[in-house]
């Protein structure tokens, strides 16, 4: 159980297009999503929290109009990157939170690449 | 904010021998810990969570410890196999559930 997946796994685009990345929880409702970059060799880092029905939370130095988040039920969140430029080529990583107490458990996805050109 | 940091140098282990992996925080001590597996190109695996009221916790070969007097948490991985060989992360969690993750030790268990 609790598992998780992204669409797409790898995804490369020309500089100025944007990119939608699915999240979507396979066989639990999760009320909280939450969306990471990570560099190669580096840590995971928090860009966003996404609640259902609600707008995302966006951690310091993410742009929110760059980085379009929605939660519209509660097994599907979207992270879009709007014109996308060489810079915001990484490693995409969502999480959904497995319960409703800041203390549950958060599950992963698979990940997506992107490359931008 | 809570700063994790994790040796980042590569641990190579001999297959069967124990793997100890060192975990030290920063500021506040964080009401629990986790522990991630994650290999290259995938996202993290969940292993392991540890409260700060918890000392030691166990799951088959793994044995996580968590010391707030030192800010640490070690992570053992005993009996190593090859196929133990990934990035190990360790994370905190801040009262509203945001995970904060270290950089990682990545593990090579030689056969």
């Known amino acids: 159980g609790a598992v998780v997946s992204q669409h797409p796994s790898r995804v490369i685009c020309k500089s100025g297009t944007s990119v939608k990345i699915e999240c979507r929880s396979l066989?639990?409702?999760?009320?909280?999503m939450f969306w990471y970059r990570q560099f190669p060799k580096q840590s995971l880092m928090l860009m966003a929290t996404?609640?259902?029905?609600?707008?995302?939370?966006?951690e310091q130095g993410v742009e929110k109009d760059k980085f379009l988040i929605n939660h519209a039920s509660l097994t599907l969140s979207t992270l879009t990157v709007t014109s996308a430029h060489p810079e915001d080529s990484s490693f995409y990583i969502c999480?959904?939170?497995?319960?409703?107490?800041?203390?549950?458990?958060?599950?992963f996805g698979p990940g997506t690449r992107l490359t931008v050109l | 904010s809570q700063k994790i940091e994790q040796n980042s140098e590569a641990l190579n282990i001999q297959e069967g021998k124990t793997a100890t992996l060192t975990c030290n925080y920063t500021?506040?001590?964080?009401?629990?810990l986790q522990w991630y597996r994650q290999d290259p190109g995938r996202g993290p695996v969940f292993l392991l969570l540890?409260?700060?009221?918890?000392k030691e916790k166990r799951k088959e070969r793994l044995k996580v410890t968590f010391d707030t007097t030192l800010k640490q948490s070690l992570f053992h991985i005993t009996a190593s196999q090859p196929a133990d060989s990934a990035t190990y992360l360790c994370?905190?969690?801040?009262?509203?559930?945001?995970?904060?993750f270290g950089a990682g030790t990545q593990v090579v268990v030689t056969p």
């Open positions: 540890i409260r700060e009221n918890e």
């Open positions: 996404s609640n259902e029905g609600s707008k995302a939370t966006y």
């Open positions: 066989d639990f409702q999760a009320t909280t």
């Open positions: 500021n506040y001590s964080p009401a629990y």
């Open positions: 999480s959904a939170r497995h319960g409703t107490a800041s203390t549950d458990t958060q599950y």
């Open positions: 994370a905190t969690t801040d009262s509203w559930g945001k995970l904060q």
